[in-house]
C-alpha cells in the first residue's frame, strides 16, 4: 500500500506538470464547452416564449449543435485523454533507466502499475468533473433552469460511465507501455486501436455481416426480409465488440431518456427518428440503468482483463537498465 | 568471530535460448567483505547481478542473499540491499534532493528522518553545491556520485554496484573507489561490484572472483589467485593482469 501511495503522489505531480496532458485536456474541455455553451445558445432562443420540455438540461450534452454532441464529442475524444495519460506509464521509465531502480526498492511491482493507473484515473475524473461542472454552470445561465434531482442523478452516472470508459483506455495504454519497449511504438499501438475501436468497427461490422450474411437480391419478398435481419443482427453483434458503440449507447440511454433505443445518433436513418419523436415517454432512471449495467460491468471486466495480461507480462519480466 | 554468509549462490545457471550467459555459477560473500567480480564484457555481470536481486528468475540453482530468496522473497531482499544499475537513470525534471526523497520515500522513510540523511549524503558525495540544479544537467561522474547517494539512502547491508566507476575519469574514479572502501570499512556494509578494469578491482577487493563467457575460472584473494593460477610463490612480483591473461587464454 504504501509503494502505490508514493507512486501515485510522484505521477500526480507529473501529470500536473506535463504539457503534453495540459495541451490535449485544455483542447478537449475548450471544444466541449464551446459545443455545449452553443447548444445552450440556439436553445435559449428556441425556447423564448415556449413551455420548457421534460429533461431540458440534459438537451445541453444531448443534443447536436452544428457538427455532434457534447457526449458523441467525449466519445471519440475521451479517450485521447486516458492514452496521453498512459501510454508511456512503463516504457518511458524503461528508456530513462529508471525502471530498474525502481523495481530494486522494496515494494511490488503492482505497486508501480496500479498507483499510475490510480494517478491517471484521479487526472480522469478531474478533468470529466470539472467539464461537466462547468457546462452545467453555463447551461444555468443560458437557459436559466436549475437541473432537477434525477438530472443531477442521470448527470452523475454518466460521469461515472465515463470516468470508467476512458480509463478502460487508459488501462489498455499501460498495457501496451509495459508490452512495447519504445514509447512511439506504444503510443502508435494505441491510437491504432482507438481509432480502429472507434471509426472503423463499425465499416468492418457491416463489411463481416456482408460476408456472412449477405442481402440476398430475390423476387421473394419474405425471404429479403429475413436476409435482411440477419445482416443487421451480425452488424449489431459486431458493434458489441466495440466499446466505444457501447459507450455511446450506455451515455444515451442514461442522458437521453426520450429516445428510449440505444442506438448512437450517426447511426440512425431520418425516418428512425421521426418515429422516435412520436413517443415521448421517458424511460425511467431505474429502467436506463438497467440498460446500461450489462456494459458497465462488461467495460470493468475489460479493464481487469488489460490489468490481468499487464501484471503477467510485467512482473516476471527481466529489468535490464541498458 | 565467524563471519556470516551473506551472499550464497550454488551451481546459478542463466539461459537465453541456446546461450548460457551464467553457468553453474558457485560463489559465497562474507559480510563486511569487498567483493571484485571482474569479466570482459558479455561475461554475464550483469545478469549474476540481476539474479541476486531478483530482476531476473534463474534458469536452474539457488541464490540467497542474506538468507533469502530474491525470487521468493523480493521484499525481504529488496530493504536490504542497494542497487546501483549499470546506466542508472534518474527523473530529469527533479533535482537531486526530488530524487533522493522519492527513492527514501519508497523506503518507507519518513521524511522528518531522510531530510538530514540526504544532506549528509549529498555533502558526502559531494553534491551539496549542485543540490537544487535539475538532473538533467549533471554531469556523468555527478549521476553516478547520485547514484550512490540514492544506493545509501535506505542504509542497506549489502551493495550492489555494477561497473560503478563506468565513465569517470581518473580522479572521479579514484574517489568513488575511496568511497567504496569507506562504506566497508566505516558501515561495514558488504560490497558486491562488477568491473572489467583490472586495476580498479586489484586496488579495493578483499576479493576477486574471475568471470569469462559465464563460467566463474577463479576466485580469492589476489594472493591465492596468483599462487595457484600462475604457480608463483609467496613473494613474487605479479600483476593481476598476468593472471587475467592467463585465465583468458584457458578459457
Ligand atoms: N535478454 C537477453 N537475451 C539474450 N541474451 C542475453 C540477454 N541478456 C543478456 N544476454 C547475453 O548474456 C550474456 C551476458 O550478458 P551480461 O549483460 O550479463 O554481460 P556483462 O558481463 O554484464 O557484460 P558488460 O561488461 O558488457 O556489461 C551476453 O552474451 C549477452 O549477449
Ligand atoms: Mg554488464
Known amino acids: 500500500m504504501h509503494g502505490i501511495f508514493t507512486i501515485y503522489k510522484k505521477e500526480m505531480e507529473d501529470h500536473f506538470s506535463s504539457t503534453r496532458f495540459l495541451l490535449i485536456t485544455a483542447l478537449i474541455v475548450m471544444v466541449g464547452v464551446i459545443i455545449a455553451s452553443m447548444v445552450g445558445m440556439s436553445m435559449r432562443d428556441e425556447l423564448q416564449g415556449m413551455a420548457k420540455p421534460d429533461f431540458i438540461f440534459l438537451l445541453l450534452f444531448t443534443s447536436t449543435g452544428k457538427l455532434f454532441s457534447f457526449i458523441q464529442f467525449i466519445g471519440f475524444f475521451g479517450p485521447l485523454i486516458g492514452i496521453i495519460l498512459g501510454f508511456d506509464a512503463i516504457n518511458r521509465e524503461r528508456t530513462g533507466r529508471t525502471l530498474s531502480k525502481l523495481v530494486s526498492q522494496p515494494i511490488y511491482r503492482d505497486a508501480i502499475i496500479n498507483g499510475k493507473f490510480l494517478a491517471g484515473m484521479t487526472m480522469i475524473a478531474i478533468v470529466m468533473v470539472s467539464l461537466v461542472v462547468i457546462i452545467a454552470g453555463l447551461g444555468i445561465r443560458l437557459i436559466g433552469v436549475v437541473p432537477g434531482a434525477e438530472e443531477l442523478g442521470r448527470l452523475l452516472i454518466y460521469l461515472v460511465l465515463s470516468i470508467l470508459y476512458i480509463s478502460f483506455w487508459l488501462g489498455a495504454a499501460i498495457l501496451f507501455s509495459v508490452v512495447f519497449r519504445s514509447t512511439a511504438t506504444s503510443a502508435l499501438a494505441s491510437l491504432a486501436v482507438w481509432i480502429g475501436l472507434s471509426f472503423f468497427i463499425g465499416l468492418g461490422g457491416s463489411l463481416l455481416a456482408d460476408a456472412i450474411a449477405p442481402m440476398t437480391q430475390t423476387a421473394d419478398m419474405a425471404q429479403a426480409q429475413d436476409s435482411f435481419v440477419k445482416n443487421a443482427e451480425v452488424q449489431r453483434v459486431a458493434s458489441l465488440l466495440s466499446p466505444a458503440t457501447l459507450y455511446g449507447d450506455a451515455t444515451s440511454t442514461i442522458l437521453d431518456p426520450l429516445r428510449k433505443t440505444p442506438r448512437s445518433f450517426v447511426l440512425m436513418g431520418p425516418m428512425e427518428r421521426i418515429s422516435l419523436s412520436r413517443f415521448q415517454n421517458p424511460l425511467p432512471l431505474l429502467q436506463s440503468v438497467v440498460i446500461v449495467a450489462p456494459f458497465l460491468i462488461s467495460l470493468i471486466a475489460i479493464t481487469f482483463v488489460c490489468f490481468g495480461i499487464c501484471y503477467a507480462v510485467f512482473m516476471r519480466q527481466e529489468i535490464r537498465s541498458t | ?251
Not at chain 2, 531478483?54 to 531482499?77: F, H, M, N, Q
Not at chain 2, 555527478?142 to 535506505?154: C, D, H, T, Y
Open chain 2, 1 to 251: 568471530m565467524e563471519k556470516e554468509t551473506v551472499i550464497r549462490m550454488e551451481e546459478l545457471t542463466k539461459r537465453y535460448g541456446a546461450q548460457t550467459a551464467v553457468n553453474r555459477l558457485s560463489l559465497k560473500v562474507l559480510e563486511g567483505e569487498i567483493f571484485g567480480f571482474l569479466g570482459p564484457n558479455g561475461a554475464g555481470k550483469t545478469t549474476t547481478m540481476l539474479m541476486l536481486l531478483g530482476l531476473t528468475e534463474p534458469t536452474s540453482g539457488t541464490v540467497r542473499v542474506c538468507g533469502y530468496d530474491p525470487a521468493r522473497d523480493p521484499l525481504k531482499v529488496k530493504e536490504m540491499i542497494g542497487y546501483l544499475p549499470e546506466n542508472v537513470g534518474f527523473y530529469e525534471d527533479m533535482d537531486a534532493r526530488q530524487n533522493l526523497r522519492y527513492i527514501a520515500r519508497l523506503n518507507r522513510i519518513p521524511d522528518k528522518v531522510s531530510t538530514g540523511r540526504i544532506d549528509r549524503l549529498l555533502e558526502e558525495v559531494e553534491l551539496a553545491k549542485e543540490a537544487d540544479k535539475r538532473v538533467g544537467s549533471y554531469s556523468k561522474g555527478m549521476r553516478q556520485r547520485l547514484g550512490i547517494a540514492e544506493v545509501l539512502i535506505k542504509e542497506p547491508k549489502v551493495v550492489f554496484l555494477d561497473e560503478p566507476t563506468i565513465g569517470l575519469d581518473p580522479d572521479g574514479t579514484n574517489r568513488m573507489l575511496d568511497l567504496i572502501q569507506g562504506l566497508s570499512r566505516e558501515r561495514r556494509m558488504t560490497i558486491f561490484f562488477s568491473s572489467h578494469l583490472l586495476d580498479q578491482v586489484q586496488r579495493v577487493s578483499d576479493r576477486i572472483g574471475i568471470m569469462i563467457q559465464g563460467k566463474l575460472v577463479a576466485v580469492g584473494s589476489l594472493d591465492d589467485l596468483a599462487q595457484r593460477g600462475l604457480g608463483l610463490e609467496e613473494g613474487e612480483a605479479y600483476t593481476l593482469e598476468e593472471i587475467y591473461m592467463k585465465y583468458f587464454k584457458e578459457a
